[in-house]
């Protein structure tokens, strides 16, 4: 039998929606999320969608060593996520990103608000700040450190420009799709440079620091959030030998706590 855990994500919706299943790869536990910054973000949004009333949820995290029938059909289970989609009664599977961008692309409300100005602009701040946070982890690079701090520079400022208008997000007072990569990347950020380099980015970025404790009290981020270990494990390979850590020793905690 598959390690599998199901997580049903409750919310009042008419019976005539489709019923999205989404599968995920486990952590260290084989049972709870793990730290793929992706799927966190396709969690979110699918939990927004929900909040709208467009779909039904079932979140399922797997052992990537015995994964379910649904996952094992694709890759011999290599895909670190799927969706199944059931309406009137008929399945269907999204398995690559294209798909399930073009599953999403299907309902008028997701299409509208991700082709907005709003989403573009907010879109325009954080585009390349994964791929310098990446290149820093792969080349543990000074140089590369300091174009990742200017992204999160140019991001503080485009958050300051929200919270001045008192908008707690990154297009409005309403967590929208836009905050379902903004907040991963910014997350996993902070857990990395805390753990690894023993800094604080909200220390240096007050904009961040309040969009920050905004999101961390939203239950849509907290019920996507992986553990610091998981997000620890994710990257530890990437480093040199002397500064990875052992996660596997590591309390179950997230750092979502920030003090005033």
């Not at 793990?34 to 949820?57: A, N, P």
Request: glycine share 2%.
């Amino acid at each position: 039998m598959s390690d599998v855990a199901n997580q049903s994500i409750q919310e009042k919706t008419p019976n005539d929606l489709p019923c999205v299943e989404y599968f995920v790869r486990a952590g260290m536990d084989k049972k709870k999320l793990g730290s793929c910054q992706m799927c966190q973000s396709y969690f979110m949004t699918l939990m927004i969608m929900m909040k709208h009333k467009l779909i039904h949820l079932t979140v399922t995290s797997f052992a990537i060593e015995n994964p379910p029938k649904e996952v094992r059909n694709f890759s011999s289970g290599s895909q670190c996520h799927i969706m199944k989609i059931t309406k009137n009664g008929v399945e269907t599977t999204a398995v690559s990103v294209t798909d399930i961008d073009d599953y999403l692309d299907s309902f008028d409300y997701f299409y509208n608000c991700i082709n907005s100005e709003e989403y573009g602009n907010a879109a325009s701040t954080h585009t390349n700040t994964l791929r310098y946070f990446l290149q820093y982890v792969r080349t543990w690079s000074e140089a590369k450190l300091g174009t990742l701090m200017n992204s999160l520079h140019t991001i503080d400022k485009h958050l300051l420009k929200n919270h001045q208008k008192g908008l707690r997000f990154a297009e409005n007072d309403e967590l929208s799709f836009s905050d379902c990569s903004l907040s991963v990347i910014l997350h996993h950020t902070r857990v990395f440079l805390m753990q690894f380099q023993k800094t604080d980015i909200v220390n240096e970025f007050p904009s961040i620091k309040e969009y920050l404790k905004h999101i961390y009290n939203d239950e849509i981020f907290s019920k996507s959030c992986p553990a610091d270990r998981e997000i620890v494990l994710n990257y530890n390979s990437h480093l040199p030998p002397e500064k990875r850590l052992m996660p596997q020793l590591m309390e179950e905690t997230r750092s979502t706590l920030i003090n005033n």
